[in-house]
Structure formats: structure tokens, C-alpha cells
Nanobody, 123 residues
Framework: QVQLVESGGGLVQAGGSLRLSCAASGRTFSNYHTGWFRQAPGKERQFVAAISRSSDSTYYQNAVKGRFTISRDNAKNTVHLQMNSLKPEDTAVYYC????????????????WGQGTQVTVSS
């Protein structure tokens, strides 16, 4: 069991930046790979970014590549998503999740999810 709490969402203008944070508790955080997903109203949950437990691998959805950066600090049991050059199409609820699986870009691999944090990008 892992508990995850996201924070850092909010309302920003297009072109602005937000830094999302995810705090983990429960099982040893360093045992899990971590991903960020997002879900817009009426849309399917979408993979955004992931980082392996040892931070040796990162993965990004093409639409956010070059704008978003995922990072983690195992000593602090946290993972972050730095989001720059935000666009209105980035508007969604963003979720932090962890997995012990091997395919980090697929939501079905993730067992534990946070409650989500709202990101709204206005034009």
C-alpha cells in the first residue's frame, strides 16, 4: 500500500509554468517507478511522464516532451513534474501514481494513485 498526495496545481495563463509535487508514504517509495497521468473532462486518462525508481530512465508523452520535466527525490519520498510553456490543452486533473511493473507508460501497470490536482491553463 502506498499513499500519494499531489499538490501544486492551479490556474495559469498560457505560456506559464507550474511545478507539481507528489508526496508518498506507506511502502518504501524507492521500490516503485513513478508516473504522472492526466485526465480532462470527458477524456480518457492519459500518460504524461514517468521516471524509473533509480532515475536512470524517463519517459514523456510526445505532446509534453521538451516542456515538462519529471524528477524524483527518493530520500524525501517525492516526485515532481515541472511544467513549462503551458498550453490550454494541458488543462486536466493530474495524477501521481506508482508501479512495480515494467511498462511505465501504461496506466494499467500502476496500482496506487493520488487524488489528483487540477491544472487549468487559460488562453
Amino acid at each position: 500500500q502506498v499513499q500519494l498526495v499531489e499538490s501544486g496545481g492551479g490556474l495559469v495563463q498560457a505560456g506559464g509554468s507550474l511545478r507539481l509535487s507528489c508526496a508518498a508514504s506507506g511502502r518504501t517509495f524507492s521500490n516503485y517507478h513513478t508516473g504522472w497521468f492526466r485526465q480532462a473532462p470527458g477524456k480518457e486518462r492519459q500518460f504524461v511522464a514517468a521516471i524509473s525508481r533509480s532515475s536512470d530512465s524517463t519517459y514523456y508523452q510526445n505532446a509534453v516532451k521538451g516542456r515538462f520535466t519529471i524528477s524524483r527525490d527518493n530520500a524525501k519520498n517525492t516526485v515532481h513534474l515541472q511544467m513549462n510553456s503551458l498550453k490550454p490543452e494541458d488543462t486536466a486533473v493530474y495524477y501521481c501514481a506508482v508501479t512495480a511493473g515494467a511498462v511505465l507508460t501504461r496506466g494499467y501497470e500502476y496500482r496506487y494513485w493520488g487524488q489528483g490536482t487540477q491544472v487549468t491553463v487559460s488562453s
